[in-house]
């Protein structure tokens, strides 16, 4: 139905024929609207036109735009800017269709619940159901999420997994994603299973044989296509790319990054095509992973790639990691190191290439996110990057550490001074806090793992992330995690670096919209930008903060166009 404001006449706007036109306005009712723009915070009409917000205010200063169609849908709900991930993988979509071997319950894209697996039988018996199904003998088994730290530390070895199958190859990705768990026939179809094998991601048993635990992409490359790994590990395929989407929509996210992408021909092809169908509902942003060329060709081949960008695929920046993981012993550590004396973890590139790529991408203007995990890997970006600074000056750059769990308070002060952003891992606290406390780092140092406060205390632009597949997608419950700071066992770890609840909120919006340098799009409601809301139950800032993460999400807007979960 088209309505025209009664006050317009009044004010002398009113062209008596637009009545009659079809208005191309929409405006959405809704019981509140947080807006994230200082200037108007909350509302209650957001007008729509071309898939971006118009206008935002009462009925009667949005009328002044012209004729309009009011939907009155969320009369009852509260819209929030549309949830930007800084940290995700869309390889999560593809991952659903292999074995779910996690600790913790967790949701699928089509919404249903899959329970967690309590104990390593528990795990195996989850991989023998699977097994039994499968027809072509040759056909590889693949599993996912497998998190030994649970299973009372047990490392599961290709013994483990023999008792699976001794004839047919398996592979089991860890939690982390950094660590493959491969059987005796996977090594040996990658030609790994000979003695005298020296890798420092390869570990070899009592026997001079690798145990079948891989660690890091070096190690992981070689077996991943004899595992059924070989597309998927970075790049989702077709139908991963269209069920990661259903994962946003059921928890509210609007722009979602794709951490880790190879983006060769064949597959920006693809991306392009699946997030250009009219009905693709999310921004998918894939950063280029550093691996598989020199950083002289690389930056080109970004800047290439950013000028395929489209209003739902944005291309144009680059992934490097630095280290492993931490609850995998693979993330490099300054002294102490690992309080349970794991020896240091695994540099995954050279000081050397780190530099140049921050050189090259600072005097092309690409934007370049490092994963670093453990402080010493920080410490390495923060000097590569102040070195490359010295020689390419470059304001804005926007240079952004993903994770960068245990960073101090000095190396964020240095990270502010240097223009850097952090996108820290909240979710952690939760899976792994109490592991970090107990075994991995100890409790001095576990109580400022992932220093919301103190960064933004000493000024750093902040974002939070579940790194899905790692952990689930869900914006709220990160931002939970932040806020509350509680572990799986339910102790509050780090009660300083607690942030408060609107805090948190713009770390999910505006914070994550800026690390990706995306904050004139996305971010808030507010005019010119992309009509991308998230659709909620309740306002979060009224809730008890421990139910932030129960805040029910009925869908989203993206562009202007409507996705209710409960068709997605
Ligand atoms: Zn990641």
């Known amino acids: 139905m088209v309505y025209c404001a009664t006050t317009l006449s009044d004010l002398g706007f009113l062209y008596p024929s637009e009545s009659h036109i079809m208005s191309n306005i929409t405006v959405y009712s809704a019981a509140k609207i947080i807006t994230m723009n200082p200037a ?18 009462t009925l ?30 869309v390889m999560e979509g593809t991952l659903w269709r292999y074995v779910y071997c996690g600790y913790f319950d967790r949701t699928d894209p089509a919404g249903t619940t899959w329970p967690g697996n309590p104990s390593i039988e528990a795990v195996l018996d989850t991989l023998k159901a699977a097994e039994v199904k499968l027809e072509d003998p040759d056909q590889p088994l693949t599993g996912w999420q497998l998190d030994p730290i649970y299973l009372e530390g047990a490392e599961v070895t290709r013994a483990d997994l023999d008792k699976v199958s001794s004839t047919r190859p398996i592979g089991v990705l860890n939690a982390s994603g950094h ?8 090594l040996e179809a990658a030609g ?23 660690k890091g ?47 060769e021909g064949d597959s920006v092809d693809m991306m392009l095509r699946i997030t250009g169908a009219p009905d693709y509902p999310a921004c998918v942003v894939p950063m280029r992973f550093f691996l598989g060329m020199p950083p002289s060709e690389l930056i080109p081949e970004v800047a290439r790639l950013k000028k395929r960008s489209t ?16 609850q995998g012993f693979s993330a490099r550590l300054r002294w102490p190191g690992y309080h349970n004396g794991a020896p240091n973890g695994l540099w995954y590139i050279a000081p050397e290439q780190l530099q140049e790529i921050y050189e090259l991408a600072l005097a092309e203007g690409i934007l370049v996110h490092t994963h670093t995990n453990g402080d010493q890997a920080t410490q390495l970006a923060i000097e590569k990057l102040d070195a490359a600074l010295r020689k390419n000056p470059t304001p804005d750059h926007r240079f952004t550490l993903q994770h960068c769990q245990l960073a101090d308070r000095a190396q964020f002060r240095r990270m502010a001074a240097l223009g850097m952003c952090v996108n820290l891992f909240a979710n952690h606290h939760f899976y792994w806090g109490d592991e ?12 400022r793992m992932n220093a919301t406060r103190s960064a933004l205390e000493l000024g750093l632009p902040l974002a939070i992330h579940s790194d899905a597949p790692v952990t689930p997608l869900g914006p709220l419950f990160t931002a939970w995690c932040a806020v509350n700071r509680v572990t799986a066992s339910g102790r509050t770890q780090g009660e300083f670096e607690k942030i408060s609840v609107e805090d948190a909120l713009y770390a999910i919006t505006m914070g994550a919209a800026y690390t990706l340098h995306m904050d004139h799009l996305v971010g808030s409601i507010e005019v010119g930008k992309r009509a991308d809301f998230s659709v909620l139950d309740a ?20 562009g202007g166009r409507v996705f209710p979960a409960s068709k997605a």
Request: charged letters at 25%.
């Open 40 to 57: 108007r915070p909350e509302a209650q009409h957001v007008a729509v036109k071309d898939g971006k917000v118009l206008a935002v205010g």
């Open 60 to 89: 009667e200063e949005i009328g002044t735009w012209g004729a309009y169609t009011l939907d009155d849908r969320f009369a009852e709900k509260v819209l929030m800017p549309g949830f930007v991930e800084g940290h995700a993988h």
């Open 179 to 186: 660590i493959l768990y491969a059987n005796t026939p996977a």
């Open 192 to 214: 790994y299973l000979k003695p005298g094998m020296n890798h420092p991601g390869i570990p070899l048993g009592s026997d001079g044989l690798p145990t079948g635990v891989l």
């Open 217 to 263: 992409p070096d190690a992981m490359q070689p077996v991943n296509p004899f595992v059924g790994l070989s597309k998927s590990f970075s790049d989702a395929d077709e139908q991963g790319l269209k069920d990661f989407a259903s994962l946003c929509v059921r928890s509210g996210v609007t722009t979602v990054t794709d951490l880790a992408a190879k983006l």
């Open 311 to 326: 209003d739902r695929l944005d291309l144009g920046r680059i992934k490097v990691v630095a280290d492993g993981s931490i």
């Open 436 to 447: 970090h406390y107990r075994l991995t780092v100890g409790p001095d140092r576990a109580l």
């Open 539 to 558: 306002d979060p800032r009224d809730v008890p903060e421990m139910e932030l993460k129960d805040v029910p999400v009925w869908g989203t807007v993206q």
